[in-house]
């Protein structure tokens, strides 16, 4: 099984996307390019080939679950697996989350100790049933 | 820089942030009671909202995410529902309200665990680490007051000119402010001062040294907001328990109040009306749970609705005072009963005030407070032994008996020490009782400043003091008080010119999970390693059966 290691992650709130570039670098060791808008991310995404990408729900203009239709319909990044962060976080709410085709949801706030691990386990399993 | 520098960075930026975020959402919370609906204010009320609880948590502010997230959920409900227009009124302004306090749930979280444990290096005291600024043109007495407040584990800074003071002043203030206000070279006096800038912004306690003592200046140093007024040759122990006092004072826990009424959303605006004051509250629903909800939360002050539906406010009480450990609890009556007669039939089943409903919210506020003061203050007398500050002899004892029993049941380690003055009778015959004292309130200080403030200090005797180190073993807590011992050992007292050093001596009793003794046995345990101690040669610890 390959390693997780390019992780890109959209997030329109400058103060969450600094800490969670130092969560997931120097915590997780991992590679992080961050992007502040849906409609930028699927550009950056073709050139820096993300293993897994990270969507905020909530943006302004295009929103998380946008971003994600318009990755599904894209044919370099159809299948990289996206999960969502969010505060939404009830049942019903992660099932709606998951039913637009995401792995899976990562609760806001996160905690800058876990969430490298968070988004490894997250990609295990997607990388398990095969989605990537 | 470390991972955990670059967190704490990015920490200070949000919180740097975060006062106008809290201002914009406050801004945002008065369209909720606005005549006109602004939904595009509401709307981005809820959006402020979402983003403070996805973000405030990340950045150490659970307690802020958590009820960012609940007003949230609270406020789509609220936008969402095809209300009945009461609720409707009454929930948006019980909201406004709680926006309003969002501010007072940023505290930084704490770490698990309420008491610390301590491990063998941790021989820092952990009293009231508090900044001390000192303003004092002698500079022996000066640098000597210095080292004094030093010794107490308070971070002091000497200034010898009035210029010097004000210019640090304007960048950062201490927490308490010592002044002489007689300063010779620059011939001022409290009378000028009063005039200067610095005092008009002072946000620092304030406690003055005047080499002369007249009432003029002492009326002129109250009006001020002193709270210490002293007189050269200084009583240096004296003042640095003022000190002690007034931090102590500064940093009282927040009152604690119980509110008990049957109609929820009254109870729960209350509950924003007294967290808008400082205060924390509860409330509590079930009227036949009161004794189970006192023993768990131990509030200051009960609010008590006089009419519910299953039980009347007055039997309640009644109910209540059958406790003994709750006979001094204040409670107060909320009513929309009018008929004095009936108001004072209540207050004679053993409530304390009474307010008529609709109550007025600055009323309300006064009302908990000041009564909360008061019962504190008896507490305080009736507890605490009045030289000193500790503990009286019978209730450490309860203390030691109740950490006991806790200890046993989590099965915890903890310690008891008993410590005594050496030659104390010397001290009295040479030098008199009034320096005695001063010796004796000199221990109960530094050992609030050494210890931890979950340790329980008790004045056992006339020079001998008990001390109860919960969640701690023999190891630890001898680092600790040996290095009391030391400090105390190095404080030099003053009298009739004659300048002198007290010593002490300690012995110490651990208590291990499965043990067979009990509180009392401990304690006698304690008293032995003392003994020991003692006719060793005294100023030295002993552990029991070490």
Redesign the interface.
């Known amino acids: 099984m390959t390693e997780l290691v390019r992780v890109l992650y959209v997030e329109d709130e400058p103060d969450i996307r600094a800490v969670a570039r130092l969560a997931l670098e120097v915590v997780g060791g991992l590679t992080v390019e961050l992007c502040e808008r849906g409609d930028l991310a699927l550009a950056q995404a073709e050139r820096f080939d993300p293993q897994m990408i990270l969507l905020d729900v909530m943006m302004p203009g295009m929103d998380g679950p946008s971003t994600l239709k318009a990755l599904r319909e894209h044919p370099q990044l159809r299948h990289v697996p996206v999960a969502f962060m969010t505060a939404k976080v009830q049942a019903h709410e992660i099932e709606h989350f998951k039913s637009l085709g995401a792995v899976g949801v990562i609760a806001k706030p996160f905690d800058p100790m876990t969430l490298a691990q968070q988004v490894r386990s997250l990609w295990q399993s997607a990388a398990a049933r095969g989605d990537s | 820089m470390s ?1 955990n520098e ?2 704490l960075a ?1 920490q200070r ?2 919180s740097a ?1 975060l006062p106008d975020i809290l201002s914009d959402i406050r801004g945002l919370a008065d369209a909720l009671v606005a005549d006109k609906h602004d939904t595009q204010k509401l709307e981005s009320l809820a ?1 402020q909202l ?2 403070l ?7 150490g502010l ?1 307690a802020l ?1 958590t009820q960012a ?1 609940l007003l ?1 959920r609270r406020l789509e409900t609220l936008l969402a529902a095809d209300a009945d227009p009461d609720w409707y009124r009454n929930e948006s302004r019980l909201l406004q309200t709680e926006l309003y306090n969002l501010q007072h749930f940023a505290a930084p979280d704490q770490l698990p665990g309420a008491r610390p444990a301590l491990s063998g290096e941790l021989a820092k005291g952990e009293g009231l680490a508090a900044e001390v600024w000192l303003l004092e043109d002698d500079e022996f007495l000066g640098s000597s007051l210095l080292a004094h407040l030093e010794a107490f584990n308070f971070t002091a800074r000497l200034f010898t000119s009035y210029a010097q003071l004000t210019e640090a002043y304007a960048l950062e203030q201490p927490e308490v402010l010592v002044m002489d206000v007689l300063l010779g070279a620059e011939g001022r006096s409290v009378d000028r001062l009063q005039y200067s800038g610095l005092l008009k912004k002072a946000q620092s306690r304030l406690i003055f040294i005047s080499a002369r003592d007249d009432f003029n200046a002492r009326l002129q140093a109250a009006s001020l907001g002193a709270e210490g007024f002293f007189i050269k040759p200084l009583d240096v122990p004296k003042l640095v328990t003022r000190v002690e006092q007034v931090l102590t004072r500064l940093h009282a826990p927040a009152e604690r109040v119980l509110i008990v009424d049957d109609d929820e959303l009254l109870a729960r605006y209350y509950q924003e009306l007294l967290r808008g004051a400082g205060m924390e509250s509860d409330i509590l629903h079930e009227p036949e749970r009161i004794i189970e909800v006192l023993e768990q939360k131990y509030p200051d002050i009960v609010l008590m609705d006089l009419q519910m539906p299953d039980i009347s406010g007055q039997n309640l009480a009644a109910v209540v005072r059958q406790y003994e450990q709750w006979m001094g609890l204040p409670i107060v009556y909320l009513s929309a009963e009018n008929d004095p007669r009936q108001q004072l039939k209540a207050l004679n089943q053993g409530g304390d005030d009474f307010l008529t409903k609709p109550v007025d919210d600055a009323h309300l506020i006064t009302a908990v407070k000041s009564r909360v003061v008061r019962s504190r203050q008896l507490l305080e007398l009736m507890t605490k032994d009045s030289l000193t500050g500790l503990l009286k002899h019978a209730t450490i004892k309860d203390s030691i008996n109740r950490e006991w029993a806790v200890a046993k049941r989590k099965g915890d380690t903890f310690c008891v020490a008993m410590l005594d003055i050496d030659h104390f009778k010397e001290v009295n015959d040479r030098f008199g009782h009034a320096t005695g004292d001063e010796v004796i309130a000199s221990v109960a200080t530094l050992l609030r400043q050494r210890l931890r403030a979950t340790d329980i200090l008790g004045r056992y005797g006339g020079e001998e003091f008990a001390v109860l180190m919960a969640n701690c073993d023999a190891m630890a807590a001898k680092v600790v008080l040996e290095d009391f011992r030391q400090r105390f050992q190095d404080l030099q007292f003053t009298s009739e010119d004659t300048s002198f050093s007290v010593t002490i001596s300690i012995g110490l009793a651990e208590y291990r999970p499965g043990m067979d003794v009990d509180a009392e046995t401990l304690l006698v345990n304690a008293d032995k390693a003392l003994y020991e101690a003692k006719k060793a040669g005294r100023n030295r610890l002993m552990v029991y059966g070490a």
């Not at chain 2, 609880?53 to 950045?59: L, R």
């Open positions: 991972f670059q967190l990015l930026q949000y942030k959006e979402h983003k609880a996805g973000s405030a948590g990340t950045f659970s995410s997230a949230d």
